[in-house]
């Protein structure tokens, strides 16, 4: 890996707003309340099959066009999370069960059912269990293999940062096509952001997995609006592709509750296009920059476009 630089001051990112008062949302950032047969109909497979999605817990503004188009984002391992991450909305604290068995099941019988061309598993952190939950992950993939193998696989795990050596091969030995791990944040917000991870862990994890397999699509995504600088994100860039990740996110951080980290500014579509530039520039293969991006955000399409993008690149050489 290049040589990954990081400002020398704690916070020279950081800008905070001088009062309490958080910005206006402005109209870019508006959507529909969610509804309709398809939403409708999403919620009824989800619940019967009793599985937890990322789309419910985290309040994720797309759910409503998602869920209309039969689209979902499985969160496994549970509704609890050991980690209390300032920007999240998904419960922290001791999670009051082991990991359920039949739960890789239960995710490939949801899949089957919806017709997903594409489906997204993502889970909370569980630092409680010795491998993270790594090996849940890779029975997960493998039962949705089994009942539905035209189905292409994203897996958007946490760090791993607490278990066994072991952890991220045992997910990459299932061979998802799509890994995901998201930085979430400029390093300098780290403390107050992301307490619980550390940075270049993060990076070096997603380094490793090009290592284990250099085929595999690697994705990393951050927020902006926390108070981070263009200069930030830049760098933030350009350590992704030093660490040789494929497909960036980047989207507007929205406060779930007066609880979690305030809304430093909302940043203009014309600066998500701005970002989107840059980044394609810097050499990645699929950039998806605005407002209302998410990691998940139209998964399915962008996978085909990040294929494509591979294919093309592999062509002019």
Avoid at 49 to 69: D, F, I, M
Avoid at 205 to 233: H, Y
């Amino acid at each position: 890996m290049r040589n990954l630089k990081i400002p020398s001051q704690r916070h020279p990112e950081k800008a905070h707003r001088s009062d309490n008062a958080q910005p206006k949302k402005p109209a870019w950032i508006r959507v529909r309340a969610p509804g309709g047969k398809g939403y409708a109909d999403t919620h009824r497979i989800m619940r019967e099959h009793g599985l937890v999605t990322v789309c419910e817990e985290a309040g994720c503004p797309n759910v409503g066009e998602c869920w209309n188009q039969g689209h979902a984002t499985m969160m496994i391992m549970g509704e609890v999370c050991t980690r209390a991450c300032s920007f999240c909305n998904i419960a922290t604290g001791k999670p009051p069960e082991d990991l359920d068995v039949f739960e890789p099941g239960r995710v490939a019988d949801a899949v089957k059912k919806l017709g997903l061309n594409h489906v997204v598993i993502t889970s909370v952190d569980r630092d409680d269990v010795k491998d993270g939950g790594a090996e849940h992950f890779a029975r997960t993939i493998r039962a949705v293999r089994r009942q539905s193998p035209q189905t292409t696989i994203e897996v958007l795990t946490p760090d791993f940062l607490k278990c066994t050596p072991d952890a991220l091969e045992t997910v990459v030995r299932a061979k998802p096509d799509v890994f995901n791990h998201n930085l979430e944040t400029v390093p300098g917000l780290y403390p107050e952001v992301r307490a619980g991870a550390r940075y270049f862990h993060s990076l070096r994890l997603l380094q490793r997995v090009k290592e284990l397999d250099p085929s595999m699509f690697t994705k990393s995504g951050i927020m902006v609006g926390l108070g981070e600088n263009r200069l930030a994100v830049l760098q933030v860039m350009d350590d992704m592709r030093a660490a040789d990740v494929d497909f960036l996110t980047i989207g507007q951080y929205l406060q779930p509750t007066p609880k979690h980290h305030a809304v430093e500014r909302f940043v203009t579509p014309e600066e998500f296009a701005s970002y989107e530039k840059a980044a394609y520039g810097k050499g990645f293969l699929m950039v998806s920059a605005t407002p209302l991006t998410r990691s998940s955000y139209h998964a399915g399409d962008d996978f085909a476009r990040l294929r494509a993008a591979r294919q093309k690149k592999l062509s002019q050489i």
